[in-house]
Nanobody
Framework: QVQLVESGGGLVQTGGSLRLSCAASGRIVGIGAMGWYRQAPGKQRELVAAVTSGGSTNYADSVKGRFTISRDNTKNTVLLQMNSLNPEDTAVYYC??????????????WGQGTQVTVAS
């Protein structure tokens, strides 16, 4: 069984920074794309940033230049460095990864979510 465990959320003032971390564990054979999504109250879940196994990245327009995603394939981790945070970034942030476990296909997995709150 594969698990994604997130850490690093919290409360920060406008203009501050936070770093989110997500570690995948279990009987992992391979990991494809990894990324972060967020969901604010009353809104749909949206992609924040993603990174392929080869290191190619993709960002939502709203976070370009402020957030940086990175991954460590040796540790099965993905990080999201968030700078210049503003209240519009307030949301629950979810880690996502496409993981192949044992001899099975790649399957989407999600973390439990971590709250990020940016105070004005």
């Amino acid at each position: 069984q594969v698990q994604l465990v997130e850490s690093g959320g919290g409360l920060v003032q406008t203009g501050g920074s936070l770093r989110l971390s997500c570690a995948a564990s279990g009987r992992i054979v391979g990991i494809g794309a990894m990324g972060w999504y967020r969901q604010a109250p009353g809104k749909q879940r949206e992609l924040v940033a993603a990174v392929t196994s080869g290191g190619s990245t993709n960002y939502a327009d709203s976070v370009k230049g402020r957030f940086t995603i990175s991954r460590d394939n040796t540790k099965n981790t993905v990080l999201l460095q968030m700078n210049s945070l503003n209240p519009e970034d307030t949301a629950v942030y979810y880690c996502h990864a496409r993981v192949a476990a044992s001899l099975g296909p790649f399957v989407d997995h999600w973390g439990q979510g971590t709250q990020v709150t940016v105070a004005s």
